[in-house]
C-alpha cells in the first residue's frame, strides 16, 4: 500500500499503485486522484468514480504510452 488515500475499489487501488512503482507522484483526492510523472511534463487524473468498465486499464494503457513511463522499478 502506498502513501496516498486507498481507493475503495480494488482493481482502481492497484491501478494506482503500478503507477507508484513506475515512479509516478499520486496526490490525495477531494474528487479524484492526480498522477505526475516523473519528469514532471504528464499528468493525469484517475476519478473516484469511474465512466466505465475499462477506465482503469485505460489509464494503464495511456500511462505506458507516455516517453517517463518506467517499468518495472
Given at each position: 500500500m502506498g502513501y496516498w488515500?486507498?481507493?475503495?475499489?480494488?482493481d482502481l487501488e492497484e491501478v494506482l499503485e503500478v503507477f507508484h512503482q513506475a515512479g509516478w507522484?499520486?496526490?490525495d483526492p477531494p474528487t479524484y486522484?492526480?498522477?505526475k510523472c516523473p519528469c514532471g511534463k504528464h499528468m493525469r487524473w484517475l476519478h473516484l468514480t469511474?465512466?466505465?468498465a475499462n477506465y482503469g486499464r485505460?489509464?494503464?494503457?495511456w500511462?505506458?504510452?507516455?516517453p517517463c513511463w518506467r517499468e518495472g522499478l
Amino acid at each position: 500500500m502506498g502513501y496516498w488515500k486507498r481507493h475503495k475499489r480494488k482493481d482502481l487501488e492497484e491501478v494506482l499503485e503500478v503507477f507508484h512503482q513506475a515512479g509516478w507522484l499520486i496526490e490525495d483526492p477531494p474528487t479524484y486522484y492526480t498522477l505526475k510523472c516523473p519528469c514532471g511534463k504528464h499528468m493525469r487524473w484517475l476519478h473516484l468514480t469511474p465512466s466505465g468498465a475499462n477506465y482503469g486499464r485505460n489509464a494503464l494503457a495511456w500511462g505506458r504510452r507516455q516517453p517517463c513511463w518506467r517499468e518495472g522499478l
